[in-house]
């Protein structure tokens, strides 16, 4: 059995647990949309591989 290293799939594990879901760092897929709109509304962004 293999286990996916998926970050997206960690963090929705995570944000399901509502004791952590308050703890974590606002994460989004990235959209180019999506992109523009969060480079506008906050000074720097980390944007990690899936």
Do not use: C
């Amino acid at each position: 059995m293999s286990i996916k290293r998926d970050k997206w799939m960690q963090y929705r594990i995570l944000n399901d647990t509502s004791s952590l879901t308050a703890r974590l760092p606002e994460t989004r897929l990235l959209n180019p949309n999506g992109l523009a709109k969060l480079l506008f509304q906050h000074q720097s962004l980390v944007l990690k591989p899936r």
